[in-house]
């Protein structure tokens, strides 16, 4: 064997009970670093696999880059921990979320070695995770965090990674809040979660990481403004909504109140909203069981987000406004809340019979309907005029 070359083989042994030479199972890589002899365990029982780990070894020694040879002892629980430290020194606001991915992950993979995950594996966590109906969009977060994984760890690993193929989507919701179905909600929750609500509603930001956490300061009732600061919001910008008549008049009543709480404990509250005092950190008993009773099981608070978007649509304000105050990065991801529904169909519908009529002969004027009389089945009897006037 040629230094600068190497070989892959099953190492024999001798069965300490029968004293029979065997040989393993897995392959051993040999090779040469700066004139040294090296033995790394691949792990795999195929040997074109073994041959490809060898390749790209050769590979990283042509072109001068740092062989780790200690990858084959990595683990998965090591592969995790990594993660969450890199999350934590980036300082993402998805950690809590890729614990919670890496909590799955563990039940199928914790004490495996990096190296012994390979797709076959991967499918078997994919099925076994469908079984527990977690939906193919909740898979697809998980699947992305293993990846991470292999990716801080490519170095170590020798650019090892199992296949991960994702799973196709169809999770987009189109759930909306109608006015009486927020008011119905409302009456089923606690009093301190309605500021917060009708904001919610009101505004399209994300209660629990956007308004939950203001503080009074981000509250100007002389400029009008609602602020986030740079660094809060997903997308790591600052945004400002302006204060129209009904959230400021919620916005408003709020203040009033925390005055006369703090008044009345001789406390100080520096929360826009709150509960006695307190900030508010979780709803959702309060929530489910709200929704449930108002018969709206179904409904979850991110669709607050898609009911704003889908009001400053029928409100006709511009498109690149109206993301800037909801907080969409890319118009892509506003289209997908900015749903089309069945009233502003209708409304088109009208608009588009109004135009129709402006432009049609004297002759053949057809009389527009006075109101939006159903036929039964949920359309408005705009096309159901013939050219006879009926």
Do not use: C
């Not at 917060?196 to 400029?223: C, F, M, P, V």
């Not at 019979?353 to 009389?373: C, S, W």
Request: charged fraction near 30%; aromatic fraction near 8%.
């Amino acid at each position: 064997m040629m230094r600068g070359q190497g070989r892959v083989f099953q190492r024999t042994y001798r069965d300490k009970r029968t004293r029979e030479v065997k040989g393993a199972a897995t392959f051993t890589l040999e090779y040469y670093v700066d004139g040294k002899m090296r033995r790394e365990a691949t792990g795999t029982t195929s040997y074109t696999e073994a041959v490809r780990q060898l390749k790209s070894r050769q590979g990283q020694i042509a072109e001068g880059r740092r062989v780790e040879p200690t990858g084959d002892r990595l683990t998965f629980d090591r592969l995790a921990a990594n993660l969450v430290n890199d999350y934590r020194a980036q300082g993402r606001r998805s950690l809590e979320r890729v614990e919670d991915a890496i909590g799955h992950l563990r039940a199928m993979f914790s004490g495996y070695r990096a190296r012994a995950i390979d797709g076959g594996l991967v499918t078997k966590y994919i099925v076994e995770r469908q079984a527990e109906t977690a939906a193919n969009a909740t898979i697809n977060r998980e699947l992305a965090a293993l990846k991470r994984m292999y990716r801080l760890a490519e170095e170590r690993l020798g650019g090892y990674h199992p296949t991960i193929r994702m799973l196709q989507e169809d999770n987009i919701r189109r759930g909306f809040f109608e006015r009486p179905q927020l008011e119905a909600l409302l009456t089923h929750l606690p009093e301190e979660l309605h500021p917060a609500i009708r904001t919610a509603y009101l505004t399209g930001w994300r209660i629990k990481s956007e308004l939950l956490t203001r503080a009074r300061y981000h509250l100007d009732l002389d400029a009008g403004w609602l602020r986030l600061e740079p660094g809060e919001t997903k997308n790591r910008k600052g945004r400002m909504f302006p204060l129209v008549p009904e959230l400021r008049l919620v916005l408003e009543q709020q203040l009033a109140a925390t005055r006369a709480f703090e008044q009345r404990t001789g406390s100080v509250v520096p929360w826009l909203f709150h509960r006695e005092g307190q900030p508010i950190r979780s709803f959702r008993r309060s929530w489910v069981t709200a929704r449930t009773k108002a018969g709206l099981a179904d409904r979850i608070p991110h669709d607050f987000r898609r009911t704003a978007v889908r009001n400053l649509e029928r409100a006709g304000v511009p498109r690149s406004t109206a993301m800037a105050m909801v907080g969409h990065k890319t118009e892509a991801i506003y289209r997908r809340y900015a749903i089309v529904d069945e009233a502003m169909l209708r409304e088109g519908a009208e608009k588009l019979a109004g135009f129709h009529h402006t432009q049609q002969p004297a002759a053949m004027v057809i009389p527009l309907p006075t109101g939006n009389r159903s036929d039964g089945r949920g359309h408005t009897n705009a096309a159901s005029h013939t050219a006879s006037g009926r």
